[in-house]
């Protein structure tokens, strides 16, 4: 069996010189660079890319008075301390200075620069006990068991946000074939590693959380893990596939991480 929590390639993605958006402030230490109203993959792909520029500037300490830059469906949100920002413009408000130290960094000639897609695997075992709403996802689709399985495992996917608990991932966007509501009652309690699908997308839980997405299977790979460096193993602009794995195998990669 093959190491399927790798790396798989990085593929290439458009320049951000080709991004467009717009400034809204969100209280006073934080401004949210929109790209647009309606969700669509291509503007959560733009915003997960000038997020993730966003990151690297930040990190080479290129953005001063910055704290904390992320990554949502089709925004990003850039914290900072008023009092370091306008000291980098003076005579001008905090909030138009950090407007224009985030527009000339990512003008920059090396921000400009095509950026990489991060693509991994992530097994998941679709045995009946990991799975206990497949037969009513089948049912709702229309479709059989197999077929929903083949359908949630068929293609890449993109991790469109990072949201609601550490390392929760936000995955889509499934085939048309797999369009089903959340549930109508939710689950006080979802097993970690548990995989839930509703609107065409899938969730990953983190941790023992509560939850109303339909579990289609688990996978034993750890979601977020605190002394790891990121802890999140997934992050907005990521892409992966997820593979169909045995019991055996699932347990055996449990193992392997829980060492």
Not at 33 to 58: C, E, K, P
Not at 81 to 88: D, R
Not at 147 to 162: Q, T
Request: with cysteine; aromatic share 6%; glycine share 8%.
């Amino acid at each position: 069996m093959s190491d399927l929590s790798c790396i798989l390639d990085e593929q290439p993605r458009a320049p951000l010189s080709t991004v467009k958006w717009h400034f809204e402030p969100c209280g006073d230490r934080c401004v949210i660079l929109i790209f647009g109203s309606v969700f669509s993959i291509d503007l959560n792909r733009q915003a997960a890319s000038v997020g993730s520029q966003l990151r690297t500037l930040g990190a080479h300490g290129q953005l001063p008075g910055v704290t904390d830059v992320v990554s949502a469906m089709v925004t990003v949100g850039v914290h900072y301390s008023p009092e370091s920002i306008a000291s980098l413009f003076p005579g001008v408000s905090p909030y138009e200075s950090i407007c224009k130290l985030v527009t000339e960094r990512l003008k920059d000639s090396h921000s400009a620069a095509a950026t990489t897609v991060t693509r991994l695997d992530i097994p998941v075992c679709y045995d009946p006990e990991y799975a206990p709403d497949l037969e009513d996802i089948a049912q709702a689709c229309g479709l059989t068991t197999n077929e929903v399985i083949a359908a949630h495992s068929a293609d890449w996917l993109d991790v469109l946000m990072v949201g609601f608990a550490p390392g929760h991932p936000y995955i889509g966007m499934h085939d048309s074939a797999l369009s089903l509501p959340r549930r109508a009652t939710p689950r006080t309690l979802v097993k970690q590693g548990s995989i839930g699908i509703a609107n065409r997308q899938s969730v990953i839980y983190p941790a023992d959380l509560p939850g109303g997405w339909n579990l289609i299977g688990r996978t034993p790979l750890p979601m977020f893990s605190p002394l790891s460096q990121p802890p999140c193993l997934l992050q907005g602009g990521d892409q992966i596939r997820f593979v169909s794995i045995t019991r055996h195998e699932f347990d055996l990669l449990a193992r392997e991480n829980t060492k």
